[in-house]
Each structure stands twice: as C-alpha cells, then as structure tokens.
C-alpha cells in the first residue's frame, strides 16, 4: 500500500511540488489526493477538509497520519530523495523548519504568486519548472 500525500492541487506551489514527486515515483511508493478534487470529500469523509488545507498531511497505509514536514520527509524519502529533506527533521533545525513551514502554509497563495504568478489554479496550473 502507498503513502497518500494530500495536497492543494490549486497551490501552484504545491502543485510544482507534486509534479516533481510523480516523476521520481516510478516504483509506486506514493499516492496523490487534490483536496480540491469534486468527489475528495465523498471519498474521505473521515478527513477534515479545513485542516488538510492549512496544512499538508500524508497517511501510511495503517491510517497512521503526518502533517507538515513530515509528509514532505517522508514523501521524499520513499522517491530516493530521504538525503534531501532528512537536515530539516534533525532535532534543532527542525523546531525551526516546521514554524517556517507553518508561516510557508499560511501565505502559500502570497508566496505563490511572488514566485510564480499565480496565486491560485482553477484546474492544471501549467507552470513550467
């Protein structure tokens, strides 16, 4: 069973983000859920939709769920890229990552716009990277 990463498919961040994943996810280690999709809540009912879109969450296949860096670690690490993320959940630097993280979430649609263009997509963004 796969880690399911729930994301903001409308966040061009995000959606930069979970591009670059499902490339590297060629062993099938990763499932990806949009938020935003029309059926997420029929589908998910258990989840709540507000806290998935403050902040990313991930479940393990046992129901088991992260939120935040962890999901991005983790993700990471399933895709050979554990080398990439592994500094921001060592002891000091993480207590540090994850309130950058909290204020990266909050502002996401502001630093998505100052790094992109667009603060938000109302289907595929289309952003090049």
Same mark, same amino acid.
């Given at each position: 069973m796969?880690?399911?990463?729930?994301?903001?498919? @409308? $966040?061009?961040l $995000? %959606?930069?983000?979970?591009? !670059?994943?499902?490339?590297?996810?060629? =062993?099938?280690?990763?499932a990806f859920? %949009?938020?935003? =999709?029309?059926?997420?809540?029929?589908?998910?009912? @258990? #989840?709540?939709? @507000?806290?998935?879109?403050?902040?990313? !969450?991930?479940?393990?296949?046992?129901?088991? #769920?992260?939120?935040? #860096?962890?999901?991005? !670690?983790?993700a990471?690490s399933?895709?050979?890229?554990?080398?990439l993320y592994?500094?921001l959940?060592?002891?000091?630097?993480?207590?540090?990552?994850?309130r =950058?993280?909290?204020?990266?979430?909050?502002?996401?649609?502001?630093? &998505?716009?100052? #790094?992109?263009?667009?603060?938000r997509?109302? &289907?595929?963004?289309?952003i090049?990277?």
């Open positions: 796969a880690f399911t990463i729930f994301y903001d498919g @409308q $966040c061009p $995000c %959606d930069i983000e979970m591009r !670059h994943l499902k490339k590297r996810n060629t =062993a099938r280690q990763l859920e %949009d938020i935003n =999709a029309d059926d997420f809540s029929v589908r998910f009912p @258990q #989840l709540d939709w @507000q806290a998935l879109n403050n902040r990313i !969450h991930g479940m393990e296949a046992d129901g088991t #769920l992260l939120i935040g #860096l962890d999901v991005t !670690h983790r990471w399933l895709v050979g890229y554990k080398w592994a500094p959940r060592w002891p000091v630097i993480r207590f540090f990552a994850d =950058a993280y909290l204020i990266f979430a909050k502002h996401r649609n502001t630093i &998505s716009y100052w #790094l992109t263009g667009k603060k997509c109302e &289907s595929n963004c289309g090049k990277y």
